[in-house]
């Protein structure tokens, strides 16, 4: 491999050569990649994501118990018609979030994610902050969805028989493995758990679409029927009490807020996969640009029919949302037993086992990498970064895996309290990282501003800005200030309030704390750095393009291969 001290020269004869010779591979892209990290040999990431597995991934990231499960209860909390304003106007927000961190990964990709982006073009204390506190999350989501399986599995074998810390170590055991083989087995995992997902999900809604315009066993044309009765709104009712008329309504609308944020976590998910991306520069925009149609068709258009399916005061849906995790939870299940359809709850149930599996894994995956960034960019013991032949970092993986053990809470006969306990502690601290990637974002656009840069240059420009980032950023605080103020409702709800809110003092005290500590200042528009390591970029995509033109010169797609080019693998 060139070295960059070399002359311009030189390496464009090592790579007319390598290419020539056909030696040229992706791995050696990891020199350049480690100069831009400063990662030490023993100490490095590999790119072996490739588009298809960072696309699947992004498409299929988020995709998991929020929706097939939890929509339930907001369905049962609002109506119909809440729910589907709810997830659309998150969707919104979500989609908001994603551009801005495109924007920034695309300028120059990091491995540290987040973390990097707001140490650099903002604060270190917001890098140090929002790095711990995604960490938090993931070290937290990934027993919390073990807990899950272990739940989902109890609709077949009953806790008496088999006790749920079984299951939960065989999930574990499993999860571990598999990302210990390093990312490139990692990434075809998940590719094609990612893929079943998505054929589940739209399944699903066009089951949904076919039970609403009568084409199940019954025969009954639901239409817009529960929009009417009992209605499309629902007011807010807790504990026998309920608030009446339009305000009762808002009220449930509000509430139902927090159940499409937790639906959505784990979308920017994508973000920590630029460190192992091959290309990343053409790769990560064209999945955040999927994520719109990823919003609208697999969260607001499955809600929109199922709200056409299932009434909001329907019996099984009640029980739907007492129940724990399994299918017996799932709203779409009681839509497919009030059509009189047969066997197909078990089918959903398997289903939702996968989904869970898959998500346990991405969720291990990405707490781990975040604590390699942590500690590539020197706020976690450097011991973290080290890594494997495979690229690994299994000291991270080792740690992040200890906290797994919060699963076997769930052999306890309150379980179901502990998963929403988790999930209440989950949302908050996602919705922080969602506000620290735009405040970063809109640092990062004051400093191109300051420093002469046209965005019109930008390989990826965010659309809607710079108006997307302030108004999403404006509403992520609202949606964290109001997420548990049902606590508040009729009677004080302390394991509500402190559960829903907790990771906003954590946040505060990682943040100022560091700076108090460090003595770091935020960065003038003018003092950031938007230049260091972006030549190595430009060179690495310079020299993985030509690579890719020769070798497609040499060996030209087959017809089948063309086909292929302009349908499916126009997503990839």
Known sequence: MSNFNEPASKMDADMEKNAMTQEYTLNDFDDMKNEIH??????????????????????????????????????????PAAIFIAYAFVGLIVYMVMCALGEMATWIPLADGFSGYASRFCDPALGFAVGWTYFFKYIIVTPNQLTAGALVIQYWI??????????ITVIFIIILFVNLFGVKFFGEFEFWLSSFKVITVIGLIILTLIIALGGGPDHDRRGFRYWKDPGAFKEYTKNGHTITGSEGKFVSWAAVLVTAVFAYLGTELVGVTVGEAQNPRRNIPRAIKLTF?????????????????????????????????????????????????KVLPQIINAAILL?????????????????????????????????????????????????????????SANSAKVFNYF??????????????????????????????????????????QPYGSYISLGFCCLIALIKNFTAFVFEFDKTNFITGYIGIPVFLALLFGYKFIMKTKSFKPEEVDLHSFKDIIDREEELFLQNQARERELHPPS??????????????
């Open 559 to 572: 017809k089948l291969g063309k086909i292929y080019e302009n349908s499916i693998g126009l997503l990839f």
């Open 158 to 167: 009953s806790r008496d028989k088999v006790n749920p810390g079984v299951w």
């Open 293 to 341: 149609y990823r919003i609208m068709i697999f969260y607001v258009v499955s809600v929109f029919f199922l709200g056409m399916c299932v009434a909001y005061n329907d019996n099984k849906l009640v029980f739907a949302t007492k129940a724990s995790t399994s299918a017996s939870a799932s709203p779409f299940v009681v839509a497919i037993e009030n059509a009189g359809i």
């Open 38 to 79: 400063e990662a030490e040999p023993g100490h490095e990431l590999h790119r072996d994501l490739k588009a298809r597995h960072i696309t699947m991934i992004a498409i299929g990231g988020a995709l998991g118990t929020g929706l097939i499960i939890g929509s339930g209860s907001a369905l049962a909390t609002a109506g």
């Open 355 to 411: 989904f869970i599996f898959s998500a346990s894994n991405s969720d291990l995956y990405i707490a781990t990498r975040t604590l390699y960034g942590l500690s590539v960019n020197g706020k976690a013991p450097k011991f973290f970064s080290r890594t494997n032949r495979m690229g690994v970092p299994y000291f991270a993986l080792g740690f992040s895996s200890l906290f797994c053990g919060l699963a076997y809470l769930n052999c």
């Open 423 to 464: 999930v209440n502690v989950v949302s908050i601290l996602g919705l922080l990282t969602w506000i620290c990637i735009l405040v970063t974002h809109i640092y990062f656009m004051r400093a191109l501003k300051a420093q002469g840069i046209d965005r019109n240059t930008l390989v990826y420009k965010a659309p809607f």
